[in-house]
């Protein structure tokens, strides 16, 4: 499964400009993207904490306050996963905001030598 979510992530990247392009090609309205964006995260929050809600609930593990307290410090916390991705979260909100604009090319050609190198199954 990881190999699996790399390439995607893969090839999420490769092409993550594409329908943002279109999109100004045939609207082109910041408000109405900003509007999707913000509606977009807010059920995304919503939906995933429901989920969770859920899971916890099945485990038993709902009403556990370490565990809410350290699954908050793992994704909001000073080392949290989420935390680095403010920054870039807020730009997308910039006028002039394009996802080139973070040029991560770089990592895109490392994870993708990940896939063009044969696999051990492949290899025997």
Same mark, same amino acid.
């Given at each position: 499964? /990881?190999?699996?979510?790399?390439? %995607?992530?893969? $090839? $999420?990247? $490769?092409? =993550?400009?594409? +329908?943002? &392009?279109?999109?100004?090609? /045939?609207?082109?309205?910041? =408000?109405?993207? #900003?509007? +999707?964006?913000?509606?977009? *995260?807010? @059920?995304? /929050?919503? &939906? *995933? *904490?429901?989920?969770? +809600? %859920?899971?916890? =609930?099945? !485990?038993?593990?709902?009403?556990?306050?370490?565990?809410? #307290? &350290?699954?908050?410090?793992?994704?909001?916390? =000073? $080392?949290? /996963? @989420?935390?680095?991705?403010?920054? *870039?979260?807020? !730009?997308? @909100?910039?006028?002039?905001?394009h996802p080139w604009e973070h040029n991560n090319l770089e990592l895109l050609y490392q994870t993708r030598s990940e896939f063009d190198a044969p696999t051990q199954?492949? +290899?025997?």
């Amino acid at each position: 499964m /990881v190999r699996l979510w790399r390439w %995607h992530a893969l $090839e $999420e990247t $490769e092409h =993550k400009a594409v +329908a943002f &392009d279109v999109y100004n090609q /045939v609207c082109g309205s910041r =408000k109405l993207l #900003r509007r +999707a964006m913000i509606m977009g *995260t807010f @059920f995304f /929050v919503l &939906d *995933t *904490t429901r989920g969770l +809600a %859920h899971m916890l =609930k099945q !485990d038993g593990l709902l009403w556990n306050w370490r565990v809410w #307290r &350290d699954g908050i410090q793992w994704m909001w916390g =000073k $080392e949290g /996963v @989420f935390r680095p991705l403010i920054s *870039t979260y807020r !730009d997308f @909100f910039k006028p002039n905001f394009h996802p080139w604009e973070h040029n991560n090319l770089e990592l895109l050609y490392q994870t993708r030598s990940e896939f063009d190198a044969p696999t051990q199954s492949q +290899a025997a």
